[in-house]
Every structure is written in C-alpha cells, then in structure tokens.
C-alpha cells in the first residue's frame, strides 16, 4: 500500500527555469495539501486542494506559484521564473477527507543555481 | 493566527535517559495536535495524533500529553536510543481549519 509518493526528490534549476513538482496522494484519498520549509524554517501551508479545485490557496505567493489536482493523474505544483529565494523542500501530504489525518510524502529538495 | 513554538531548539543526551520536548501554541481553539518525527533529507512521520477532546496518547516508549487550556504539549520518550536521533516536529490543526501550524522542531541526538 504505497504512501504518498513524490517526484523527483531532488530538482536543480537555475533562475528564470520552470520547475513542476508532482506528488501521487495515497490510494482512495482525495485531498492534497502542499508546504514549503525553508531553511531553518518550519513547515509552511501554501495550498489545498481536492480534485480539480483548489480549496485554499492563502499560503501561496501571489505571483510565480501555481497548484493544480486535475481529475485524473497527480496534483503538480508550479513555480515559473525561478529565484535563489525558491530553494527549498516542497512537501506534499493527502487526507481520505478534509477530517482525516494528513500523510505526508518525502518531499522534493529544490535548488536553484 | 496560530504560533507554535518548540522548545529547545536542539537537545543531546546519552543513550538510556528519559527526555521531555515541550511544544506551546497560541490559540487553544484547535482540532488536534499531531508529533511527527523527520529524519534528515526525508519526509515526516507520523508518531501521536491527540485530539482536542483527549489529554493524551500512548505508542510504545512515547507518551504525548495536550494541555489545551494552557496551551501546550509535552511529548515524552523514554529509555532514550541512538536510534531516536531526529527532528521532532509539533503541528497544530486549528478549529475549523485544515491547514497544520508547524514548530521548527527539536533537533534530538542520542549518543551511544
């Protein structure tokens, strides 16, 4: 029964690249959550979704960023126009529903050059 | 808004002793409070989950106790091992919400 799984693990880019993080939520969960730590940081609630709608997405950055969880295959986490100040693990976490302990993947390590 | 804060930031003992890691928040209207652990370059791992109605949870050598009222959380292992060496993270679920409020954790290291 695979857990939340996430790719890649690692992502390089350099400034001004795209860089799309995917993430596969658990078997018969629906809701997917995406955070961001930065160094020496916490975890950080950048947005909810469920498919094909995102729920809320008061933690993103208003401009760069952008999520989507479409009907069918995994939610993908967009940032265009990559900066240095982007650097960091992107981690992705499901619930069966918005009541439901959230599963957390692995996360990606994002660098940018 | 929901602050959560761990204290201490870093803690090292040696292996066999019993250790407390304290997590405080702000706002005691929350839905559940959740102690993960997360080993370096990976993801987090789930260890006690305690709902706002419960005043603590048992798994083997941990024990995580909620003090709603007064806004904080211990999270208790015993019989230290190398083996527990990690980050500790805090979450808070806030009433009404979805989105976990995360400490910055407590860096563990538990010699031999």
């Known amino acids: 029964n695979a857990g939340v799984m996430q790719n890649p693990r690692h992502l390089v880019r350099r400034r001004g690249q795209e860089a799309r993080l995917r993430c596969s939520p658990m078997k018969g969960h629906s809701h997917v959550y995406w955070y961001r730590q930065l160094p020496e940081e916490g975890l950080k609630f950048m947005v909810y979704l469920q498919k094909e709608n995102i729920i809320d997405e008061s933690g993103m950055p208003k401009e760069r960023f952008s999520a989507e969880f479409p009907k069918e295959g995994p939610s993908i986490l967009r940032i265009q126009q990559v900066v240095r100040g982007d650097s960091a693990a992107y981690f992705c976490a499901s619930s069966r529903d918005g009541n439901q302990p959230q599963h957390f993947g692995d996360g990606t390590r994002l660098s940018i050059l | 808004k929901q602050e959560v804060t761990q204290i201490p930031a870093a803690l090292s003992v040696p292996e066999g002793e019993n250790l407390v890691l304290n997590c405080s928040f702000t706002d005691s209207a929350i839905y559940n409070l959740q102690w993960f652990r997360q080993d370096p370059g990976k993801g987090l791992t789930s260890l006690l989950l305690i709902q706002s109605s419960q005043r603590e949870q048992t798994s083997g050598r941990l024990n995580a106790s909620l003090d709603k009222s007064s806004g904080r959380s211990t999270l208790y292992i015993a019989a230290s091992q190398p083996g527990d060496s990690a980050t500790y993270l805090c979450?808070?679920?806030?009433?009404?919400?979805?989105?976990?409020?995360f400490g910055k954790g407590t860096s563990l290291l538990v010699t031999p």
């Open positions: 979450a808070v679920r806030p009433g009404g919400g979805y989105a976990l409020n």
